[in-house]
């Protein structure tokens, strides 16, 4: 009876470093600041898109379709004839790169705008630049002053003059689809470097330019020639060691106009020549008749 009459008292300890003290509030902490960084990041996309694609971004959730516009991209589709709708300006499609898409321009017109963007963006150098009109397009003339080379003695790397010089021109060629032709000259004095003459040298500045041209935005298929002339056509004959001999012309050629044939019905009496030459030389052909 005694065993019956025992009281059992069970004492439970309570742990502290509850509440405030636990380890849940870390996770709610990081899932609100993962929540502020997407919403931030959002906030940043958004800053960053034109506020045409924005638009175009708006009026494709408003009627969407899940089952009719699955797969598609909704910056492409529907795009043009929005920008239309808002009077923006819609992008040409599927143009090249530095062809030239300009075909009304002049060689007057040429000639100004690289006079104005020689002025306004290479005032310490634009005293080795010219740029003048002839019969057959433009010419422009990068040659060498007095402490100041176009490349090294007896080399033909571009100094980096020359290379700002040549992309401020590529830039205002761009738009437009002449030819051009790039030439070398050097001055009358003698190299003195192995077997290398100023006409291997001439043509091989002539092709540095040619690759800085083409590095700088103009299509390859818009040059038309590459040539070395050596000292044959000095820019100041009276002095033929002139430091402005030696220079590169880029020549923005004259676009051809095709000349009109007449239908010559043969007769029994006369025979054609095939191979004769039918039409008179134009454009790179007429330059080379002209005087530099």
Do not use: C
């Not at 990041?41 to 009719?68: N, Q, T």
């Not at 705008?113 to 020689?118: C, E, G, M, N, V």
């Amino acid at each position: 009876m005694a065993e019956k009459s025992k009281i059992i008292i069970i004492k439970k300890v309570k742990k502290g470093h509850g509440g405030a003290h636990g380890g849940s509030w870390k996770v709610a902490y990081a899932d609100f600041v993962t929540a502020m960084m997407a919403f931030f990041l959002l906030l940043w996309l958004l800053a960053m898109v034109s506020p045409e694609k924005r638009a175009a971004l708006s009026m494709y959730f408003k009627h969407f379709s899940l089952f009719d516009k699955a797969g598609q991209s909704f910056m492409m589709e529907g795009q043009p004839q929005l920008l239309q709708q808002q009077g923006a300006t819609v992008p040409k499609q599927g143009v090249e790169f530095g062809k030239g898409e300009n075909v009304n321009v002049t060689p007057k017109d040429i000639s100004e705008k690289l006079k104005t963007a020689i002025s306004d963006r290479l005032s310490s150098l634009k005293n080795q630049v010219m740029v003048d009109i002839f019969e057959g397009g433009v010419r422009i003339q990068i040659f060498d002053v007095e402490g100041r080379s176009l490349f090294r003695p007896g080399s033909a790397e571009l100094s980096p003059s020359a290379k700002e010089i040549i992309r401020v021109v590529a830039d205002n060629l761009k738009d437009i689809p002449n030819k051009i032709a790039v030439e070398g000259h050097t001055d009358a004095a003698p190299l003195r470097v192995g077997k290398i003459t100023n006409w291997e040298l001439s043509a091989e500045r002539a092709s540095s330019a040619r690759r800085e041209l083409e590095l700088s935005g103009i299509d390859t298929n818009r040059i038309a020639r590459v040539v070395g002339y050596a000292d044959t056509e000095l820019l100041f004959p009276d002095d033929p060691t002139d430091p402005r001999n030696r220079r590169i012309s880029l020549i923005v050629l004259q676009s051809k106009v095709e000349p009109k044939i007449e239908q010559i019905s043969p007769t029994t009496d006369t025979q054609i020549n095939p191979f004769a030459r039918t039409s008179p030389a134009t454009g790179a052909e007429a330059l080379r008749g002209v005087a530099r």
